[in-house]
């Protein structure tokens, strides 16, 4: 059974960090690209970050370049997600989806997709 599953969402203060992970199971990685995308309430699923599996290459959306990291570890089949310096307009559900886009940002053209893990950021 192909699956994603994301787990490490949680709240978090303003200027603090989580780390998301998405583990892959029923399929490798090695063929697919991972893209992290975030929802909140009433908008659409925007693209947060992007790797792709077999050479590490990485998109990062500009609201979040300099504090998240996206990485991999291909032992683990799983893609992690290390947010630092988060800011209240970070909060959303965070999803992780695979797939081979032409754009990563475009969530239409993953395959894949695990159940969301929230991240809320407030003091």
């Known amino acids: 059974q192909v699956q994603l599953v994301e787990s490490g969402g949680g709240l978090v203060q303003p200027g603090g960090s989580l780390r998301l992970s998405c583990a892959a199971s029923?399929?490798?990685?090695?063929?697919?690209?991972i893209g992290w995308f975030s929802q909140a309430p009433g908008q659409e699923r925007e693209g947060v970050s992007y790797?792709?599996?077999?050479?590490?290459?990485?998109y990062y959306a500009d609201s979040v370049k300099g504090r998240f990291t996206i990485s991999r570890d291909k032992a683990k089949n799983t893609v992690y997600l290390q947010m630092n310096s988060l800011k209240p307009e970070d909060t959303a559900v965070y999803y992780c989806a695979a797939g081979g886009p032409t754009y990563w940002g475009n969530p239409y053209e993953y395959d894949y997709w695990g159940q969301g893990t929230q991240v809320t950021v407030s003091s």
């Open positions: 029923g399929f490798t990685l090695d063929y697919y690209a």
């Open positions: 790797i792709r599996f077999s050479d590490g290459r990485t």
